[in-house]
């Protein structure tokens, strides 16, 4: 199998708090994950590409200091949103590739977000 | 620049009748998947296609791959009410250290009975 899980599946938070979304392979090791960012009605984004051990890659248009990535570990990877704002609501949803070569990514069910 | 673009946007078709959502893009790929998604839910994987010329079914769903054209087609088949869903075609692209994939703009699917 493979499966990939985030968590919180869902958040509210008042604006100008931070708060950090899960997203862990269940059944493989992950050397890359993905974060995506969905508005409604809209396709995914993708937001930064996560190595383990390794800094985040972010795309271009998305702020590093605004969306921590961290992938400590082969299982895995976060995302803060720190200092969120109502912008920043919005479905967040990670995948990973398993760590023997292929590129098939394997999504997390997602984290909607709502800021207040 | 990477565009992925879906024909039609939105779908509104009856139950029992085809019909074919496009998929265009415009860079070089070897690789093209189409996944599903229900309102509120993630991605759920259909179909992965990987050279020219592919042609994946699965029950009435039909995908197939012209990498010459940078065209992809999910062909339905008599469509029932269960399709309903958002459909998105994601080409596989490589940005340097790693491949990433560049989603299409989705077409909303609404199979009316």
């Known amino acids: 199998g493979a499966v990939v899980s985030q968590h919180p599946s869902r958040v509210i938070c008042k604006s100008g708090t931070s708060v950090k979304i899960e997203c862990r392979s269940l059944d493989f090791q992950a050397t890359t994950m993905f974060w995506y960012r969905q508005f409604p009605k809209q396709s995914l984004m993708l937001m930064a590409t996560s190595n383990e051990g390794s800094k985040a890659t972010y795309e271009q248009g998305v702020e590093k200091d605004k969306f921590l990535i961290n992938h400590a570990s082969l299982t895995l990877s976060t995302l803060t949103v720190t200092s969120a704002h109502p912008e920043d609501s919005s479905f967040y949803i990670c995948?990973?590739?398993?760590?023997?070569?292929?590129?098939?990514?394997?999504f997390g069910p997602g984290t909607r977000l709502t800021v207040l | 620049e990477l565009k992925v673009e879906q024909n039609p946007l939105f779908l509104s078709m009856q139950e029992g009748k085809n019909y074919t959502i496009y998929c265009n893009y415009s860079?070089?790929?070897?690789?093209l998947y189409w996944y599903r998604q229900d309102p509120g839910k993630s991605l759920e994987s259909l179909f992965v296609?990987?050279?020219?010329?592919a042609v994946k079914q699965e029950g009435r769903l039909m995908a197939s791959l012209d990498t010459k054209a940078r065209l992809s087609t999910l062909h339905i088949t008599a469509a029932v009410h269960d399709l309903s869903a958002t459909y998105f075609c994601?080409?596989?692209?490589?940005?340097?250290?790693?491949?990433?994939?560049?989603f299409g703009t989705g077409t909303l699917l609404a199979v009316q009975p």
């Open positions: 995948s990973a590739i398993k760590n023997t070569g292929t590129d098939t990514q394997y």
């Open positions: 860079t070089t790929s070897d690789r």
């Open positions: 296609l990987l050279s020219n010329g």
């Open positions: 994601a080409v596989d692209f490589y940005g340097g250290a790693t491949n990433k994939l560049i």
